[in-house]
């Protein structure tokens, strides 16, 4: 069975749902970050495939450009998210995100 | 010689990507989440994007990685682990719907018909696609421009966050 564009759909299927668990069941902020991080290569994974894949003997190279832009955002996501989350830290001295409950009424 | 590869970079990722939801030393899940970027890069070797695998090295495995790591010790917060909290069986439950979800969508779809869309820009298979991917950005007609720009305002507006987040107060 040769390689198609179902394997590379599947495998990032399978990463984007290892990256949505853990960004919804883990308790240190970080660690969610990291997570939804794998969630965004998933996502460029099957963008890059359907770019490869979806016309024979030809490559249409706009799932690269929205490939780009996503690390673009991703880029800026963390260095964004990871101010918030030293913020945190330096006011509550935890990164737990149970403990992050000022607005809870 | 492809499939062999991409089997191998296949359970690399996964278990590198588990290992990072799973490990409790905070510290090696980030080192792990690096070695996923790498996988991720080899991977787009395998689909022939060569500029996409560069940049994933250099923004993710690079800046990223370092960025993850410095927050990591700058938030010192390794006593207390990686732990699941309260909600998580109800999370891996939907997260194994999701995956089921999309395996049936992707098994029961029919993707030889080609596809419709307005093609920006079209390249033979085995060449270098960097400038073919600056055509498909900059074209005049259907192009990225205003996205582009766009996205060097959202860089800055991020850069300035990041200093102003945490920057201290009443010290400078």
Redesign the interface.
Same mark, same amino acid.
């Given at each position: 069975m040769?390689?198609?564009?179902?394997?590379?759909?599947? /495998?990032s299927?399978?990463?984007?749902? !290892?990256?949505?668990?853990?960004a919804? +069941?883990?308790?240190?902020a &970080?660690?969610v970050?990291?997570?939804i991080?794998?969630m965004l290569?998933a996502v460029?994974?099957a963008m890059?495939?359907f770019?490869?894949?979806?016309?024979?003997?030809?490559?249409? /190279?706009?799932g690269?450009?929205f490939? !780009?832009?996503i690390?673009?955002?991703? +880029?800026?996501?963390?260095? &964004?998210g990871?101010?918030?989350?030293?913020?945190i830290?330096r006011n509550r001295h935890?990164?737990?995100?149970?403990q992050a409950d000022l607005m809870q009424g | 010689m492809t499939e062999l590869a991409f089997w191998v970079i296949a359970i690399v990722l996964v278990s590198s990507a588990l290992a990072v939801v799973l490990l409790r030393n905070v510290f090696r899940a980030a080192l792990l989440l690096i070695v996923c970027f790498f996988g991720v890069a080899a991977l787009y070797i395998t689909l022939n994007a060569d500029f996409l695998a560069a940049a994933q090295v250099l923004i993710y495995a690079g800046a990223i990685g370092i960025l993850l790591l410095f927050a990591i010790m700058l938030t010192r917060d390794l006593h207390s682990g990686n732990p699941f909290h309260r909600l998580h069986l109800p999370a891996l439950v939907l997260s194994l719907l999701l995956l089921a979800t999309i395996i049936g969508v992707v098994i029961g779809t029919d993707w030889t018909t080609i596809s419709e869309v307005p093609q920006v820009v079209e390249m033979p298979l085995d060449e270098p696609t960097t400038s073919y991917i600056a055509i498909a950005l900059f074209d005049q007609d259907n192009g990225f421009v205003l996205p582009f720009e766009i996205a060097s305002v959202l860089l800055l507006a991020a850069l300035i966050g990041a200093v102003v987040l945490v920057r201290r107060e009443g010290k400078d």
């Open positions: 040769s390689l198609g564009l179902e394997h590379y759909l599947i /495998l299927a399978i990463l984007f749902s !290892i990256g949505l668990y853990g919804l +069941a883990k308790r240190n &970080v660690v970050l990291m997570c991080e794998i290569n460029n994974i890059v495939a770019s490869r894949y979806l016309v024979p003997d030809v490559v249409v /190279l706009t690269h450009v490939a !780009i832009f690390m673009t955002v991703a +880029a800026a996501e963390a260095a &964004v990871l101010a918030i989350i030293i913020t830290y935890t990164v737990d995100i149970e | -």
